[in-house]
Nanobody, 118 residues
């Protein structure tokens, strides 16, 4: 599985950004894709995930109601729509993937920087 994320940038608090992650894989069956982020001086944390075949989603409490994860099957693209951004959302965001049954995500894309200013 190869992943390529894009869409980061700088925005003021309260603004919106949409991240994209284009995926290439031999199969998308049982593929779980997710977004993680790592803020300066902090550990990487889970943001949201989606089961590709069933659109089942999961979110970190810190982003529920503000972020939406979705996918475009035809374009093999994963999205993260981020609304009502806060300065504490500033981080490098990573797209990741794993197949069902694995505990850890084992496919990672390069990060994209999101900066939210107050």
């Amino acid at each position: 599985v190869q992943l390529q994320a894009s869409g980061g940038g700088s925005v003021q608090a309260g603004g919106s950004l949409r991240l994209s992650c284009t995926a290439s894989a031999r199969t998308f069956s049982n593929l779980v894709m997710g977004w993680f982020r790592q803020a300066p001086g902090k550990e990487r944390e889970f943001v949201a995930s989606l089961l590709w075949s069933a659109r089942r989603t999961s979110y970190a409490d810190s982003v529920k109601g503000r972020f939406t994860i979705s996918r475009d099957i035809r374009g093999n693209t994963l999205y993260l729509q981020m609304n009502s951004l806060k300065p504490e959302d500033t981080a490098i965001y990573y797209c990741a993937a794993k197949f069902l049954g694995r505990d850890e995500y084992n496919y990672w894309g390069r990060g994209t920087l999101v900066t939210v200013s107050s």
